[in-house]
């Protein structure tokens, strides 16, 4: 089958350029670090163009597909800009994903509202940005949102979040559809929330069901098995209450390649795989085609990124293992201590020097867990090189702190040799902006 753009380790326009240095979008990656600082996030406009036109591609054979990106993996106005003009929706899970994709200029109509514990300040600011639809997990949201609905005399257009039962092989922290999760309905509550917004409910229109298996995954037989669930579902409704219900969200999830160790299938492949289960459960229950929603992240943002660090001290220990510091670390990047997640490095300014060392990668973070790269083998190292970090794009920024007041880096999104800042550095005075003083201290 195909390949497609999430298999691949590094940004699609990575090379190394006359200057012997790594290039990513036409920009040496050297020059980046040199004129806006490190660390610094890099994003691959073409990347992304690329994971997007294959998601289009391969869900063409579908007719009725809503495609979403989960805001969760990366959100910034410039992301949901180019997203939005990708022709993909959000899915987002917070008033400030709201804000940004609003922001951003996105139609609100392809917006969908997910979370476990929703405000009444979010489910208001979506009710009152119209977004398109609001994916229920629980029954105290259904009560709190057929309220704010009927202050407003509007209608909340809904999706029933539901957890499938399906486990799936990834790390446990981001496993969600398995029965014992926090997210959405057991199967064995839908019919009561149903039932509830037939009788109770009236300004609750639901259109659907959701689920979402995890993230990270590497099988395909899980959304198989997901969307013939989901049909079921629809089906037995239909029998039961006459409610033709005609969408189902499948969620998120793909994976993508961290190091040579991951195999991800493509996305030609997942889309075979859900439009065959789409088909062949659609036959088999006796319902109309649904609509599909996807709402993939870090499939579509993970590989365009990457993060520069510049290299600093290092220690050796004796008889035992390097350790070199780079001038970021788990702020920026907590995946490996969250999750003992691997990434692949090289040093841009020597991307063709033959390793001749093993080092682990420390961030520069007082925690002795702040480890970026376990054991990396990696040219002879001098002071100010500058490591390159693949793989960065989702879930890095979204998950950044100023942990020891450091300042969260700047973005920079390349593309044809030109490079634009879309989230400028925190200054200092950034970093004090928000606190006070009270005057009995002062
Ligand atoms: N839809 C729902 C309802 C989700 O909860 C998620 C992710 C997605 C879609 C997008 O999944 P993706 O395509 O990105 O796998 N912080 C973790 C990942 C947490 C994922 C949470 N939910 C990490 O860094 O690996």
Redesign the pocket.
């Known amino acids: 089958m195909r390949k497609s753009t999430n298999q691949s380790l590094k940004p699609v326009t990575t090379r190394i350029n006359n200057n012997g240095n790594l290039e990513i979008g036409g920009c040496d990656l050297v020059d980046l670090a040199q004129k806006y600082g490190t660390p610094l996030y890099v994003l691959d406009e073409a990347t992304i163009r690329s994971v997007c036109n294959d998601y289009k591609e391969a869900f063409s054979a579908y007719p009725k597909v809503n495609m979403m990106y989960?805001s969760?993996?990366l959100c910034t106005l410039a992301t949901s800009a180019l997203l939005s003009k990708e022709g993909f929706g959000f899915?987002v899970v917070s008033s400030g994903e709201i804000y940004t994709v609003y922001k951003a200029g996105a139609p609100m109509k392809k917006v969908l509202f997910?979370g476990n514990n929703k405000s009444v300040d979010e489910l208001t600011l979506a009710l009152d940005l119209n977004v398109g639809r609001i994916s229920v997990d629980n029954f105290l949201e259904l009560s709190l949102l057929n309220e704010i609905a009927k202050g407003k005399n509007k209608i909340a257009n809904i999706l029933l979040r539901i957890t499938p039962g399906i486990e799936c092989h990834t790390?446990e922290?981001?496993q969600?559809g398995h029965l014992d999760s926090k997210?959405g309905f057991d199967l064995t509550q839908i019919d009561e929330a149903v039932e509830l917004i037939l009788t109770e409910y009236k300004n609750i229109k639901l259109h659907g069901l959701h689920a979402?298996i995890?993230?990270?995954?590497f099988e395909t037989k899980v959304y198989y098995d997901e969307i013939e669930i989901l049909v079921k579902e629809l089906a037995r409704l239909d029998e039961k209450f006459g409610l033709k219900l005609d969408e189902i969200n499948v969620?998120?999830?793909?994976g993508v390649k961290y190091t040579d160790k991951d195999l991800p299938p493509s996305t030609y492949e997942i889309a075979d795989v859900i439009i065959k289960s789409l088909n062949a459960s659609v036959e088999k229950y006796g319902i109309e085609p649904p609509t599909l929603f996807i709402?993939?992240?870090?499939?579509i943002i993970s590989t365009a990124g990457v993060t520069l660090y510049t290299l600093g001290s290092s220690k050796q220990v004796p008889k035992g293992k390097t350790y070199q510091a780079v001038d970021g670390g788990m702020a920026d990047n907590p995946?490996p201590s969250?999750?003992k997640?691997d990434y692949l490095a090289e040093i841009a300014d020597k991307p063709s020097d033959n390793p001749v060392q093993t080092v682990t990668i420390a961030g520069r973070f007082c925690e002795s867990g702040d480890i970026l790269i376990r054991e990396i083998n990696l040219p002879k190292i001098e002071e100010g090189d500058i490591l390159c970090v693949f793989n960065t794009g989702?879930?890095n920024f979204s998950?950044a702190s100023n942990y020891n007041r450091v300042s969260r880096p700047e973005m920079v999104l390349v593309n044809n040799s030109q490079s634009d800042i879309i989230v400028k550095r925190e200054t200092l005075d950034d970093l004090v902006s928000k606190d006070l003083i009270p005057d009995r201290l002062k």
Do not use: C, V, W
């Open positions: 989960a969760k993996a899915d997910n790390h922290y981001i969600t997210f979402h995890g993230s990270q995954i969620g998120g999830g793909l709402e993939p992240g870090r499939s995946r969250m999750y997640a989702a879930y998950m």
